[in-house]
């Protein structure tokens, strides 16, 4: 059986700017969580980060 051409022929991960930006975003999530549960209105704690 013939493959296919668009397939992938290489599937290990590569580090790549997506995931260094997907790491600070989960930091900023965690901050803004934080800073609500602490009493902080959404509004102001999605100013600050």
Same mark, same amino acid.
């Given at each position: 059986?013939?493959?296919? +051409?668009?397939?992938?022929?290489?599937?290990? /991960?590569?580090? +790549? =700017?997506?995931?260094?930006?997907?790491? =600070?975003?989960?930091?900023?999530?965690?901050?803004? /969580?934080?800073?609500?549960?602490?009493?902080? +209105?959404? +509004? =102001? =704690?999605?100013?600050?980060?």
């Amino acid at each position: 059986m013939r493959q296919n +051409s668009t397939a992938p022929r290489n599937n290990k /991960l590569k580090p +790549s =700017s997506n995931l260094i930006m997907n790491g =600070s975003v989960r930091v900023r999530v965690i901050r803004t /969580l934080l800073a609500i549960q602490n009493g902080q +209105s959404l +509004s =102001s =704690s999605l100013i600050r980060y």
